[in-house]
């Protein structure tokens, strides 16, 4: 499906094609620093912004950036390089997500739990 969203201030807007309905869940603690919690995520096939001149992209590994809103420092993706976009849940107009998986739960605080029957895995589906 298409989507679009935008960060909080509106600086950054998007439009993306390919908007899988499923979210996963990350509790890396990449993306607990990141986000302040959980990382709640969402594969695109490709994405437009507008507003690129208000996105600043922090390289957070040898292999993803993560980029965010200049003005208002909302978090709206995740690129696994050169063109993998996964971008920030709650950004999303339409919010007709379903929790398809959570990962990296080794890093999970106890401190809190997702509801639901879908599969937890310690790293990646794969390992
Ligand atoms: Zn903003
Ligand atoms: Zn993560």
Same mark, same amino acid.
């Given at each position: 499906? /298409? ?18 309905? $499923?979210?996963?869940?990350? $509790? ?6 990141? /986000? ?17 001149? /208000? ?5 957070? !590994? *040898? ?10 420092? !909302? ?19 339409? *919010? ?21 029957? $879908?599969?937890? $895995? /310690?790293?990646?589906? !794969?390992?």
């Amino acid at each position: 499906m /298409n989507g679009s969203g935008q960060c909080l201030c509106g600086a950054v807007t998007f439009a993306a094609k390919g908007v899988e309905s $499923h979210v996963h869940a990350c $509790h890396c603690s990449m993306c607990r620093r990141w /986000n302040g919690g959980p990382g709640m995520a969402v594969a695109v096939k490709s994405v437009v912004f507008t507003g690129e001149a /208000n996105i600043e992209r922090y390289r957070s !590994s *040898q292999w993803a950036e993560r980029g965010f809103c200049k003005t208002c420092g !909302s978090n709206l993706f995740y690129l696994l390089m050169p063109a993998r976009y996964i971008l920030e849940a709650g950004l999303f107009h339409e *919010q007709n997500f379903e929790l398809e998986s959570e990962i990296y739960c080794a890093g999970k605080p106890a401190w809190y739990e997702f509801a639901g029957g $879908h599969p937890k $895995h /310690n790293g990646l589906p !794969s390992d």
